[in-house]
């Protein structure tokens, strides 16, 4: 007797992996492969093996190295500042949303998350109007003199205001699903044994929604190394190279003005997604080490 196949699955799962062969897995592969050559987007990639990494790795003398350590530098300050607050305080907010005194919890819930719906872009010319020395918010009501995309830190405050602005409705609504779904018996139990709200959150909260704090966690730290749109259209860069994340070299490198240097944007970015993987990796093992 043949059995049916339910090709149903198929349907659903096929689109999403050709999507995911075509824009990710292709690309990633031929990327892998263009950071051991040296191609310009026109001509034909040449093969010169681990020239492009000895070169932003270790040669001193080239501006490529310096191009490397300086947007990683202003990468991890950005993943550093930003990842934190992205964690706890969406955190904190969603705790706080639990208790039987808040009212209107829906639409809080609400007016946090529609930032998330907006365009990083968008998000950054909303904040740049904000703070425009001469048409913005807080230099005309508040009387506030700094230059904010000029001068440090105000540039990198800016940067995380407009991340933390747009990136913390989304985590706390994981939290708050996840905090929903703790049985009330637990609660009930720390109650029992004399358990505040203090002790409540760090024995029963925060170990029942260990795996949205991994997730969340990993998810935000690889979007924050990541990070391109909110330098490039707030400080672009400046002042004097402090906001200038890799991504946005690897940007210029690969479709500059004048010759295309894709090899090494591709090491770049192949670096990059090695520090990403890495991390990553240490973040899972150490928050997941003791679920079991």
């Known amino acids: 007797m043949n059995k049916k196949i339910n090709l149903t699955p198929a349907f659903f799962i096929g689109p999403h992996i050709i999507l995911f062969i075509v824009f990710i897995l292709i690309p990633s592969i031929y990327g892998i492969y263009a950071s051991f050559t040296r191609w310009n987007l026109v001509s034909d990639p040449v093969w010169i093996g681990l020239d492009n990494y000895r070169t932003i790795l270790f040669n001193e003398d080239s501006t490529?190295?310096?191009?490397?350590?300086?947007?990683?530098?202003?990468?991890?300050?950005?993943?550093?500042?930003?990842?934190?607050?992205m964690i706890v305080l969406p955190l904190m907010i969603a705790v706080s949303?639990?208790?039987?005194?808040?009212?209107?919890?829906?639409l809080f819930q609400t007016l946090l998350y529609i930032p998330g719906l907006i365009s990083i872009s968008a998000a950054a010319l909303i904040w740049s109007l904000i703070f425009n020395k001469q048409l913005g918010v807080v230099s005309n009501v508040f009387g506030s003199e700094p230059v904010w995309a000029a001068t440090q830190p105000y540039a990198w405050i800016t940067i995380i205001m407009i991340t933390v602005w747009a990136g913390i409705g989304g985590n706390m609504i994981i939290y708050r699903a996840s905090i929903n779904g703790v049985s009330e018996d637990l609660y009930e139990s720390a109650e029992i044994d004399g358990a505040g709200?203090?002790?409540?959150?760090?024995?029963?909260?925060?170990?029942?929604?260990?795996?949205?704090?991994?997730?969340?966690?990993?998810?935000?730290?690889?979007?924050?190394?990541?990070?391109?749109?909110?330098?490039?259209?707030m400080t672009d860069g400046g002042p004097g190279q402090s906001t200038t994340v890799l991504m946005m070299y690897i940007r210029d490198l690969a479709?500059?003005?004048?010759?295309?240097?894709?090899?090494?944007?591709?090491?770049?970015?192949?670096?990059?997604?090695?520090v990403i993987l890495v991390i990553s990796a240490i973040q899972y093992y150490l928050m997941s080490r003791n679920t079991a």
């Open 97 to 106: 949303m639990e208790h039987k005194e808040v009212k209107l919890k829906n």
């Open 255 to 274: 479709f500059s003005h004048g010759e295309s240097i894709a090899g090494i944007a591709s090491a770049m970015a192949v670096l990059l997604g090695i």
């Open 64 to 85: 490529f190295y310096h191009q490397f350590y300086n947007g990683m530098k202003n990468t991890f300050i950005f993943v550093v500042i930003s990842v934190p607050i």
């Open 197 to 233: 709200p203090v002790r409540k959150f760090f024995h029963v909260t925060l170990p029942s929604i260990r795996f949205p704090l991994i997730y969340t966690l990993i998810m935000s730290t690889a979007g924050a190394f990541n990070v391109f749109a909110q330098p490039l259209m």
